[in-house]
T-cell receptor, first 116, second 116 residues
């Protein structure tokens, strides 16, 4: 089954304790990205990756890191989480965007992160 | 700037009836794609349907169809024969060729409740 898998689904952590949210896709997609969803603010892009070893900042990258060492994996790293990073996080993937468009944009199940 | 507007915060529909969820968009780029997603209370983001700006015909996927009116910049989602399981938040999103990061711009969503 074609899917984007995020882990964990739920996470409660303390301020300053490094954490990683994993994301893996089995569709051989080149493009992957991370979003966060907050009430009243909607979904905002954190980071994206056009292909292996190619990553760039989205709209709200502060406090986050990513890596893309393999095509299928795109982990989101919070080096020193803070309470304002409490949010619902989504990983998404697409085939290589030709001219910026694509007919698919699949999301993972989401990760609910609470930082206390 | 690109913008997605969903003017209906909440909608009710009776089971087996059809319902239309409104979406208008604003972009000056001639190349763009429009997406609809369903987000049930469990939180995952489920891809429903896609329409490209150069597509001549309206997209359809099972009970979902997209009423694309390019001149009016609207991309309304039509759900036919509503089911109780259709109760969820629905998001309209746009990806523009010129967008930095090829980010999906989301509307604020419409909450749909299907009643027996």
């Amino acid at each position: 089954e074609a899917q984007v898998t995020q882990n964990p689904r739920y996470l409660i952590t303390v301020t300053g304790k490094k954490l990683t949210v994993t994301c893996s896709q089995n569709m051989n997609h080149e493009y992957m990205s991370w979003y966060r969803q907050d009430p009243g603010l909607g979904l905002r892009q954190i980071y994206y990756s056009m292909n292996v070893e190619v990553t760039d900042k989205g709209d709200v990258p502060e406090g986050y890191k990513v890596s893309r060492k393999e095509k299928r994996n795109f982990p989101l790293i919070l080096e020193s989480p803070s309470p304002n990073q409490t949010s619902l996080y989504f990983c998404a993937s697409s085939f290589q965007l030709v001219g910026g468009l694509n007919t698919e944009a699949f999301f993972g199940q989401g990760t609910r992160l609470t930082v206390v | 700037a690109q913008k997605i507007t969903q003017t209906q915060p909440g909608m009710f529909v009776q089971e087996k009836e059809a319902v239309t969820l409104d979406c208008t968009y604003d972009t000056s780029d001639p190349s763009y794609g429009l997406f609809w997603y369903k987000q049930p209370s469990s939180g995952e983001m489920i891809f429903l349907i896609y329409q490209g700006s150069y597509d001549q015909q309206n997209a359809t996927e099972g009970r979902y169809s997209l009423n694309f009116q390019k001149a009016r910049k609207s991309a309304n989602l039509v759900i036919s024969a509503s089911q109780l399981g259709d109760s969820a938040m629905y998001f309209c999103a746009m990806r523009v060729a010129g967008n930095s990061g090829y980010a999906l711009n989301f509307g604020k969503g419409t909450s749909l409740l299907v009643t027996p």
